[in-house]
């Protein structure tokens, strides 16, 4: 037995130095927190995937710091959302990345849709795709083929993990399509701090009545409350939607809702939280949040 336990360390050695899992891991840069999800469960262990902006903070705002550029210019894949979310990351791409790395925008390919809305901006376009789950598929089908391209020797198990993460994400929104179907057709309508939910909306079934701010990070007018109030005194389940990201808008739907006699609800859009720590998870609790204000 002596003599077979060094040669059989050996076999595990060389074994382990042949294994992929061991080997250099892949350095996946996202620009925020559902991305940094959506990739994870495409790569799993081949890789280590960070997010720019933490959990629980307001991508509207978010400003890159020298923390930000030493993550780019380590970065082998870099991984942006697009549609004029996080647009501040090609300044930082092109002053830090790698010559060699490869940068994807997931959302390339997609429709946007545009409001013309009632703020005096024009058409709006909505970059938060996601929230249609057909769409975070799409995402992951991106995911796969960008990972697949720096790393081909891992295709096999990169495509075995977001087919079965897609699979998923199907039964994940056809089990949103049926409970969301027992919301009244007459309650189907978002009245939200900002315009986050088109997309959420267009699967759905649901319309998006108004927002209260184009900009998360603009301040509301007078003016902008007061069509609000008009509109939500005309129905009948006074839900207002705000998002658990976005301090700064936390008074003014506070006093909306005491002038209407309303009710505040919390649906996740950029970032995930204490109930939702997943992109699955927010998708469910967004759900459960909407049948408990509208049904």
Same mark, same amino acid.
């Given at each position: 037995?002596?003599?077979?336990?060094?040669?059989?360390?050996?076999?595990?050695?060389?074994?382990?130095?042949? &294994?992929?899992?061991?080997?250099?891991?892949?350095?996946?840069?996202?620009?925020?927190?559902?991305?940094?999800?959506?990739?994870?469960?495409?790569?799993?262990?081949?890789?280590?995937?960070?997010?720019?902006?933490?959990?629980?903070?307001?991508?509207?705002?978010?400003?890159?710091?020298?923390?930000?550029?030493?993550?780019?210019?380590?970065?082998?894949?870099?991984?942006?959302?697009?549609?004029? $979310?996080?647009?501040?990351?090609?300044?930082?791409?092109?002053?830090?990345?790698?010559? /060699?790395?490869?940068?994807?925008?997931?959302?390339?390919?997609?429709?946007?849709?545009?409001?013309?809305? &009632?703020?005096?901006?024009?058409?709006?376009?909505?970059?938060?795709?996601?929230?249609?789950?057909?769409?975070?598929?799409?995402?992951?089908?991106?995911i796969a083929q960008g990972l697949t391209t720096i790393s081909p020797?891992?295709?096999?198990? $990169?495509?075995?993990?977001?087919?079965?993460?897609?699979?998923?994400?199907? /039964?994940?929104?056809?089990?949103?399509?049926?409970?969301?179907?027992?919301?009244?057709?007459?309650?189907?309508?978002?009245?939200?701090?900002?315009?986050?939910?088109?997309?959420?909306?267009?699967?759905?079934?649901?319309?998006?009545?108004?927002?209260?701010?184009?900009?998360?990070?603009?301040?509301?007018?007078?003016? /902008?409350?007061?069509?609000?109030?008009?509109?939500?005194?005309?129905?009948?389940?006074?839900?207002? $939607?705000?998002?658990?990201?976005?301090?700064?808008?936390?008074?003014?739907?506070? &006093?909306?809702?005491?002038?209407?006699?309303?009710?505040?609800?919390?649906?996740?859009?950029?970032?995930?939280?204490?109930?939702?720590?997943?992109?699955v998870e927010m998708m469910k609790y967004n759900t459960q949040t909407?049948?408990?204000?509208?049904?």
């Amino acid at each position: 037995m002596k003599r077979i336990l060094p040669c059989l360390v050996l076999v595990l050695l060389l074994g382990a130095a042949a &294994s992929p899992v061991s080997a250099h891991k892949l350095q996946v840069v996202t620009t925020f927190s559902i991305l940094q999800d959506l990739v994870q469960q495409v790569g799993g262990e081949r890789l280590e995937v960070s997010s720019l902006i933490p959990s629980g903070m307001d991508p509207h705002s978010w400003e890159p710091t020298p923390r930000d550029a030493r993550a780019v210019a380590n970065a082998d894949l870099i991984i942006a959302n697009g549609g004029g $979310f996080d647009d501040w990351l090609f300044g930082l791409v092109g002053g830090a990345a790698q010559a /060699d790395a490869l940068v994807i925008v997931v959302s390339e390919g997609l429709d946007v849709i545009e409001h013309e809305d &009632s703020h005096g901006h024009g058409h709006q376009g909505d970059p938060h795709f996601w929230l249609n789950v057909t769409n975070a598929i799409y995402y992951v089908e991106q995911i796969a083929q960008g990972l697949t391209t720096i790393s081909p020797e891992d295709a096999s198990y $990169f495509r075995e993990r977001a087919d079965s993460y897609r699979q998923e994400l199907a /039964d994940l929104d056809r089990w949103m399509i049926e409970e969301l179907a027992r919301i009244p057709e007459e309650n189907r309508v978002i009245v939200a701090y900002h315009n986050a939910f088109s997309y959420l909306a267009e699967r759905y079934g649901f319309a998006v009545a108004d927002f209260l701010v184009a900009n998360p990070e603009a301040e509301p007018t007078p003016r /902008d409350l007061a069509r609000l109030v008009e509109l939500l005194r005309g129905m009948s389940r006074r839900a207002i $939607f705000t998002e658990p990201q976005i301090g700064t808008g936390t008074r003014y739907m506070q &006093s909306l809702a005491k002038e209407v006699q309303g009710e505040i609800y919390t649906l996740y859009s950029d970032s995930f939280g204490p109930e939702a720590g997943s992109y699955v998870e927010m998708m469910k609790y967004n759900t459960q949040t909407l049948m408990e204000a509208l049904e």
